[in-house]
Structures are given as structure tokens and as C-alpha cells.
């Protein structure tokens, strides 16, 4: 059983569907409190999560996220992190979603020596092919409706450019193959 204790927001205007006791806007009133022993890491600033990651293992506190960005740029920094605090790094999300990729990776191919790895990592960028192509909808049309749906990240340039299947690809390289490879050496088509 888990107790929410506090929620760090942005945000001070925006209307929110919880008791407003437990909003903080101050990230060091989660991290500095001894008795908050998990960080669920909610934000799209690459820099700003890992800095606050970097504390909460500092910390003692496990944390949970989906910030694929920031974790295929940090990869090797948060594991070490994460090993010399001795606390639990849970990423699952930042690569497929609700598929539980990784944990496949580590637990029934962790003795297969795998040489293919073939993945859809893109569910926002699939979802407007696939209403461009079934429901004829021009290219601006589908994306809003992606944007609307929240299936599109806040910036959607970051799913239609590829860059968010780098950064899943970097961390699935790591998981499948030991291979642990900064961002910007993998290539897209994009750039």
C-alpha cells in the first residue's frame, strides 16, 4: 500500500482534480523529506528531472519515471547513481509505454544472446499515419487530434522527428545488447 504525501507542480494556476493540501511547489519539500521514500518524476525537462533524480538517489529515495530523454542521456550516470545509494530506478515506461519491455529483456532473454531487436516505439507517430491513411485526415489535422488525445508529447516535433524513438532505442540497445550508446550517435533519418 502507498500514501501520495506530497505533489510538486509548476504550475499555481492551473485547476487540478486533488486536495490542494498536498500540492508543494518547492521540489526540496519531496526531497528533503525522510519520510517520502519514492520520487514518481512527471516532467518533460530533461535537465530539471535529472536533477531532481540526481538528489532523490542522494537521498535515499527510489524513483520512478518515464523521462526518456533524460534518461538516454544520463543512462550511465543514473545506474551509478542508483547502485551507489542503493536505491530501485524503475524506467519502464519511457521506452514502450504499458508494455513491459525491459523487464522482458532482463528476465527471459537475459541469457539469449540476442541479435535483432525489432520494436514499434512510436505509438503518437503511428496513430497519425494510421488516421491519415484510414480516415484520410491531412498531416496537421491527425497531429492535433494526437495533441488533443494526449498521445503527442508537449513538444510533438520530438515524436514526427524520430527523436523520441532514439531515445527508447538507446535505452532498449542497453537492455538487449549491453550497449550503452549516447543519443546523438544514434542516427534518424532527421538529422
Not at 536533477?51 to 527510489?62: C, V
Not at 489535422?141 to 495533441?147: G, V
Amino acid at each position: 500500500m502507498f500514501e501520495i504525501r506530497k505533489i510538486c507542480v509548476n504550475d499555481r494556476s492551473k485547476a487540478r482534480e486533488f486536495p490542494s493540501e498536498l500540492l508543494t511547489f518547492e521540489a526540496d519539500d519531496i526531497l528533503g523529506d525522510p519520510e517520502i521514500n519514492l520520487v514518481v518524476e512527471l516532467i518533460d525537462n530533461a535537465d530539471a528531472a535529472f536533477s531532481i533524480i540526481s538528489r532523490a538517489f542522494k537521498n535515499g529515495k527510489s524513483v520512478v519515471s518515464a523521462n526518456k530523454k533524460m534518461i538516454a542521456e544520463n543512462f550511465t550516470s543514473l545506474l551509478g547513481l542508483q547502485r551507489k545509494h542503493a536505491v530501485s530506478f524503475l524506467y519502464e515506461a519511457a521506452c514502450c509505454a504499458s508494455i513491459p519491455i525491459i523487464r522482458n529483456l532482463e528476465e527471459y532473454y537475459d541469457n539469449d544472446m540476442l541479435e535483432l531487436l525489432e520494436v514499434v516505439v512510436n505509438g503518437s507517430t503511428n496513430y497519425i499515419l494510421t488516421r491519415m491513411n484510414q480516415q484520410g485526415l491531412e498531416y496537421e489535422d491527425a497531429l492535433n487530434e494526437a495533441k488533443e488525445l494526449g498521445y503527442a508529447e508537449s513538444n510533438p516535433e520530438l515524436d514526427v522527428e524520430g527523436f523520441d524513438s532514439k531515445y527508447k532505442l538507446t535505452i532498449l540497445m542497453a537492455h538487449a545488447f549491453g550497449i550503452t550508446a549516447k543519443p546523438e550517435t544514434v542516427y534518424t533519418n532527421t538529422e
